[in-house]
């Protein structure tokens, strides 16, 4: 299973609600997905940076998962997603990349 690094902040140019009691209700939606994200195991964790307003996630499963699940968000949210090798596995593919060199050299 696919395991990924999800960097988001708020989009300041997202079409926010002027009042500030929609905005608060919007939040609380947004949260409720997070929260439900986090039960369902699509999510393993998240948080937010000390500015308030940007944080990070790791999400685990298909990447079409994440696609799905990062586009609710939108566009009160942008994403910046990576897949996360594991020390072991990137390890081996560059083990694997070196050793395909020295042969081609040779």
Known sequence: ???FLILWHRNPVAP???DLTETA???EKM???I???LKKGELKEFGWFLDGKSGYA???GASTTVLRDVSMFQPYEEFEIH???SNEE???AIRACWKDLAEAMK
Do not use: Q, T, V, Y
């Open 90 to 92: 990137g390890k081996e």
């Open 58 to 60: 790791i999400g685990e």
């Open 16 to 18: 926010w609600p002027k």
């Open 25 to 27: 209700k919007l939040l």
């Open 1 to 3: 299973m696919a395991r």
């Open 35 to 37: 929260d439900n994200l």
């Open 31 to 33: 949260w409720a997905s």
């Open 83 to 85: 897949e996360i090798i």
